[in-house]
């Protein structure tokens, strides 16, 4: 059985907002298991127990620095939507790019900030995005962007561009389908995706 080195977290708090998260431990296998689980296990009790997003990246940084040598560190990829002020809030520690779709124009939101686990002091930097009523949302790991060898033009960024559909199942199945065929039939690293869209409630 093959240990993969990512994590991700879904789960709707109790103030209403979703939260949507990714960390991609340093490596493959059991050791970049072991530290993107705990990223984001810690992360989800502290959010689940009332904790707010810094405080929590805060403490789970401290846990994961103790825990860890020096050149041991995960990715902290975390989106928070709240649907009823109708915005994301993105908070990205060597993450890969977020992707927001709406209609044919595509918005990049790029990491700026070290990874987690480098040391007691962690960097945090949250962006604040509006979001209506339609836009498809996207977040992965290295794995999806990497599997393209050519990269003068972010592959993913003009795949959703031309994608016809919006169901989000379809689009995580055909973007991975496409990720694993740049690499001739075979996922070349651990690959993580999730696909979300805004609905307006009727």
Do not use: H
Request: charged share 30%.
């Amino acid at each position: 059985m093959k240990l993969l080195g990512d994590c991700n977290l879904q789960i709707r708090l109790n103030d209403g907002k979703y939260v949507l998260a990714i960390s991609d431990g340093m490596g493959t296998g059991a050791k970049a298991r072991e530290n993107s689980k705990l990223v984001i296990n810690k992360l989800k009790k502290l959010l689940q127990n009332g904790f707010e997003k810094e405080q929590s990246i805060k403490l789970v940084n401290s846990s994961l620095s103790l825990k860890t040598e020096a050149d041991e560190f995960a990715t902290l990829d975390m989106c928070v939507l709240d649907l009823y002020e109708g915005t994301m809030s993105l908070v990205k520690n060597g993450a890969c790019n977020t992707y927001i779709k709406n209609k044919k124009n595509i918005s990049v939101i790029k990491s700026e900030e070290m990874p987690i686990g480098i040391g007691l002091e962690v960097a945090l930097k949250e962006k604040v995005i509006p979001v209506s009523d339609g836009d498809i949302i996207l977040i992965c790991s290295d794995g999806l962007l990497d599997s393209k060898e050519e990269q003068k033009k972010d592959w993913v960024e003009e795949y959703l561009k031309n994608v016809s559909t919006n169901n989000v199942q379809k689009i995580s199945d055909m973007i991975l389908a496409e990720a694993i065929d740049n690499n001739y039939g075979v996922a070349g690293d651990d690959i993580t995706v999730i696909v979300a869209k805004i609905i307006k409630r009727k």
